[in-house]
T-cell receptor, first 112, second 117 residues
């Protein structure tokens, strides 16, 4: 079965600083990969997804992620953090689309 | 209107009570899922359904049951609630996409916060 690891359950950055949230997957076959964001008291919203078309994926709100097969990673970045980026972020993977496997989440705090 | 709705949004109940959480969707998707979210554990799959006649257990199905009443409706039941079922519950839908081309993402409801005393 697929597994997804998110390093760092809590990340704090200053406003305007680089955001880097880490995600590694376990499958030897590159899966489909997703990043979701969850704002307080809301459901999950898709930020971006990797479906093998391009290794650098651009998403909403200035986020992007790069798929690196050699590192089995799909880290999420944003060049300049904004206060509105404070939320919980989840990485997810699926090989077949039958089931989706989620990481444990990273809570992002943005310090003014 | 929201594409995926969940009722109730909040529920407090007592140990031993039967509880039903409901999910409705207007996205026309065949696939529906129930997850629970616990702090530090992320989302864990309880049950999923690929059509009205298809029900599958997920990672943590013990203590739960589901009913797919129609393409648009998928209910989760706790027959006899216990305190460790206190969690945030999410319903999600997906459309798998064209085979061999792409895989579409899941769409989530707003969640139901369940507390079992």
């Amino acid at each position: 079965a697929q597994s997804v690891t998110q390093l760092g359950s809590h990340v704090s950055v200053s406003e305007g600083a680089l955001v880097l949230l880490r995600c590694n997957y376990s499958s030897s076959v590159p899966p489909y990969l997703f990043w979701y964001v969850q704002y307080p008291n809301q459901g999950l919203q898709l930020l971006l997804k990797y479906t093998s078309a391009a290794t650098l994926v651009k998403g909403i709100n200035g986020f992007e992620a790069e798929f690196k097969k050699s590192e089995t990673s799909f880290h999420l970045t944003k060049p300049s953090a904004h206060m509105s980026d404070a939320a919980e972020y989840f990485c997810a993977a699926s090989n077949t689309g039958n089931q989706f496997y989620f990481g444990t989440g990273t809570s992002l705090t943005v310090i003014p | 209107d929201a594409d995926v709705t969940q009722t109730p949004r909040n529920r407090i109940t007592k140990t031993g009570k039967r509880i039903m959480l409901e999910c409705s969707q207007t996205k026309g998707h065949d696939r529906m899922y129930w997850y629970r979210q616990d702090p530090g554990l992320g989302l864990r799959l309880i049950y999923y359904s690929f059509d009205v006649k298809d029900i599958n257990k997920g990672e943590i199905s013990d203590g739960y049951s589901v009913s797919r009443q129609a393409q648009a409706k998928f209910s989760l039941s706790l027959e006899s609630a216990i305190p460790n079922q206190t969690a945030l519950y999410f319903c999600a839908t997906s459309d798998p996409g064209l085979a061999g081309e792409t895989l579409n993402e899941q769409f989530f409801g707003p969640g139901t916060r369940l507390t079992v005393l």
